[in-house]
């Protein structure tokens, strides 16, 4: 059975570090692409990172945010740090069986299995 569980996310002050993981069971983590999306309330859904064979960054998180894939533990991560208030989101990972980053950050039909989201907000 496929799963994505993402963990981590809290609430936080303007200026720290989180640090999001995406346990994933059902298929091997290393031959797949994983994508990171946030939601914020009112707003769509946007793609802020990925990693296939390097890591993507969108540019509102270049710089800050930090993804990669720990294989030893089966599970992607995203360290953000120096968070503002407009990170507060949730944030969800996904992963792709066929498709790479370069296709997954302008199209997430692609993804074949979702998490169920971790929430993450930033005080000002």
């Known amino acids: 059975q496929v799963q994505l569980v993402e963990s981590g996310g809290g609430l936080v002050q303007a200026g720290a570090s989180l640090r999001l993981s995406c346990a994933v069971s059902g298929f091997p983590l290393k031959q797949y692409a994983i994508g990171w999306f946030r939601q914020a309330p009112g707003k769509e859904r946007e793609a802020i990172s990925c990693?296939?064979?390097?890591?993507y960054y969108a540019d509102a998180v270049r710089g800050r945010f930090t993804t990669g894939k720990d294989i030893d533990r089966n599970a992607a991560y995203l360290q953000m740090s120096s968070l503002v208030p407009e990170d507060s989101a949730v944030y969800y990972c996904?992963?792709?069986?066929?498709?790479?980053?370069?296709?997954?950050?302008?199209?997430?039909?692609?993804?074949?299995?979702w998490g169920k989201g971790t929430e993450v907000t930033v005080s000002s």
């Open positions: 990693i296939d064979f390097r890591p």
């Open positions: 996904a992963a792709a069986s066929i498709y790479g980053c370069s296709r997954i950050i302008t199209d997430s039909s692609v993804l074949d299995w």
